[in-house]
């Protein structure tokens, strides 16, 4: 349960920065996308929350991808962080195995 709740809680943060920066990015360089305007905070949320689990466990669909500088560097620094996560945690249950 632990290492749930520590990925969980991981993946929450990433997805939490990353509508903050997208929202950020909304309003500085006037995206007109329609796909991510049409959406509430927390439908963003949702939408980062499934980026952030899926680049967490390493599977990355490519389906939501960074569009701005700004959202480029953090989607590389949350990958870094994310893969040591997945890292410990899957060291974690080979140690308890």
Not at 8 to 18: D, G, L, N, P
Not at 31 to 44: A, G
Request: charged share 10%; proline share 2%.
């Amino acid at each position: 349960m632990k290492l749930i709740l520590i990925t969980a809680m991981v993946a929450h943060y990433i997805a939490c920065i990353y509508t903050f920066v997208l929202t950020q990015e909304i309003e500085a360089y006037k995206i007109t996308d329609p796909v991510i305007l049409d959406k509430t905070w927390s439908e963003l949320y949702i939408y980062q929350m499934y980026w952030s689990v899926t680049t967490m466990i390493t599977v990355g669909y490519g389906d939501i991808v960074p569009n701005t500088t700004n959202e480029k560097l953090f989607a590389i620094v949350a990958m870094l962080i994310s893969s040591g996560v997945f890292g410990y945690v899957m060291n974690r249950v080979g140690c308890i195995f």
